[in-house]
């Protein structure tokens, strides 16, 4: 399958789910990029972390279409369905602490939604179904020293532990409400290609930073809690290592997933860049000139895993893809971003 048209081609039409939010609103910008010729149809429910002012600069465009609804609505979906080819579902609950607190939504969006979405793909033919899911459906690794961070002081007498990665094969192993849905709908997702045939490829992703991120994940919300002179509460230890991975490098690795991966297969996407938590703040803090006093360790969260890393050797090889942003320097930019926008902040937080 291509994304890319011939001068004779028809426009491709192609269905976002949960455009309006981080990761589909910076998809949706790819995809209207000035040489594309996409039409693009956002649909989002415009809950608590999907907003329109993600989307300036492209709500306007001739190729673009916004639909406000709810992926768990049969009806709406059958019928944008009915002429799309492609499919980019990333509408999702994806807060892990707000899974712990309740996760009836999850369970309705994440699994019913994404069940209602295959259906209406299968009915309608839809040629790829590119399913967007997580690295946390593989559960958490042994605890590693990352040897990658400049920030070494904090890592005390830990010692050096199995330096495996997620890849592909790694079983299914969800410890969060969160992810055990996004595993289910996974799932899902396999055996409608199993089942019905329908042209499903999976992404799993590491963590994502970058702009119009809402500020409840790690990385905006010390940004703009810093940005404030509030405190910045770090979960237990702060030594929870997680791999990073810009999101425009993520959003070009979904558009080659889509362009050329195999159907029923599984990519990982990650950009080798182990970090701690508390390493993640104190380069917050440098880059904003912050105090460390602002740091305050609060208590763990219940099942809190302890590390993630991903195997992206599968998505380099088959789709030709491979991270570009390196992770200080695009934290940087995602900084000077927020610094410069305390009108999304306001817009999106009441902040």
């Given at each position: 399958?291509?994304?890319?048209?011939?001068?004779?081609?028809?426009?491709?039409?192609?269905?976002?789910?949960?455009?309006?939010?981080?990761?589909?609103?910076?998809?949706v910008?790819?995809?209207?990029?000035?040489?594309?010729?996409?039409?693009?149809?956002?649909?989002?429910?415009?809950?608590?972390?999907?907003?329109?002012?993600?989307?300036?600069?492209?709500?306007?465009?001739?190729?673009?279409?916004?639909?406000?609804?709810d992926?768990?609505?049969?009806?709406?979906?059958r019928?944008l369905?009915?002429?799309?080819?492609?499919v980019?579902?990333?509408?999702?609950?994806?807060?892990?602490?707000?899974?712990?607190?309740?996760?009836?939504?999850?369970?309705?969006?994440?699994?019913?939604?994404?069940?209602?979405?295959?259906?209406?793909?299968?009915?309608?033919?839809?040629?790829?179904?590119?399913h967007v899911s997580?690295?946390?459906?593989?559960?958490?690794l042994?605890?590693?020293?990352?040897?990658?961070?400049?920030k070494?002081?904090?890592l005390g007498?830990?010692?050096l532990?199995?330096?495996?990665?997620?890849t592909?094969?790694?079983p299914?192993a969800?410890?969060?409400?969160?992810?055990?849905?996004?595993?289910?709908?996974?799932?899902?997702?396999s055996a409608?290609?199993?089942?019905?045939?329908?042209?499903?490829?999976?992404?799993r992703?590491?963590?994502?930073?970058?702009?119009?991120?809402?500020p409840?994940?790690?990385?905006?919300?010390?940004?703009n809690?810093?940005?404030?002179?509030?405190?910045?509460?770090?979960?237990?230890?702060?030594l929870?290592?997680?791999?990073?991975?810009?999101?425009?490098?993520?959003?070009?690795g979904?558009?080659?997933?889509?362009q050329?991966?195999?159907?029923?297969?599984?990519?990982?996407?990650?950009?080798?860049?182990?970090?701690t938590?508390?390493?993640?703040v104190?380069?917050?803090?440098d880059l904003?000139?912050?105090?460390?006093?602002?740091?305050?360790?609060?208590?763990?969260?219940?099942?809190?895993?302890?590390?993630?890393?991903i195997?992206?050797s599968?998505?380099?090889a088959?789709l030709?893809w491979?991270?570009?942003?390196?992770?200080?320097?695009?934290?940087?930019?995602?900084?000077?971003?927020?610094?410069?926008?305390?009108?999304?902040?306001?817009?999106?937080?009441?902040?």
């Amino acid at each position: 399958m291509s994304l890319t048209l011939e001068e004779d081609d028809e426009v491709m039409r192609v269905l976002v789910t949960g455009g309006a939010g981080f990761i589909g609103s910076s998809l949706v910008r790819h995809l209207l990029a000035p040489k594309s010729e996409f039409h693009v149809i956002t649909l989002d429910l415009l809950t608590y972390a999907g907003h329109l002012e993600n989307l300036s600069g492209v709500l306007a465009d001739s190729r673009h279409e916004f639909i406000q609804g709810d992926i768990c609505d049969g009806e709406l979906v059958r019928e944008l369905m009915a002429d799309v080819d492609i499919v980019f579902h990333l509408a999702a609950e994806s807060h892990v602490d707000r899974s712990i607190d309740q996760d009836q939504p999850f369970i309705r969006t994440n699994v019913v939604g994404t069940a209602r979405l295959l259906a209406a793909a299968l009915e309608a033919s839809v040629s790829r179904f590119v399913h967007v899911s997580t690295d946390e459906v593989y559960g958490e690794l042994p605890w590693r020293d990352p040897s990658g961070s400049p920030k070494r002081k904090e890592l005390g007498d830990q010692t050096l532990s199995a330096q495996v990665r997620f890849t592909e094969d790694t079983p299914i192993a969800p410890r969060s409400p969160y992810a055990a849905t996004k595993a289910a709908s996974d799932h899902l997702a396999s055996a409608y290609h199993l089942t019905h045939g329908l042209d499903v490829v999976i992404t799993r992703c590491s963590n994502n930073y970058g702009p119009r991120q809402y500020p409840e994940k790690m990385i905006p919300l010390m940004i703009n809690s810093a940005l404030r002179g509030a405190s910045l509460p770090v979960y237990g230890d702060g030594l929870y290592v997680r791999d990073w991975i810009h999101v425009d490098d993520h959003c070009r690795g979904l558009i080659s997933a889509a362009q050329n991966g195999v159907a029923g297969r599984v990519y990982n996407f990650g950009a080798d860049c182990e970090w701690t938590n508390l390493s993640v703040v104190h380069e917050i803090i440098d880059l904003l000139g912050a105090s460390e006093s602002l740091i305050e360790f609060v208590e763990d969260r219940p099942g809190h895993d302890r590390r993630y890393a991903i195997d992206a050797s599968r998505a380099c090889a088959e789709l030709g893809w491979s991270s570009e942003i390196d992770f200080q320097e695009g934290l940087k930019d995602t900084v000077e971003w927020y610094r410069n926008h305390s009108d999304w902040i306001e817009a999106v937080t009441g902040l």
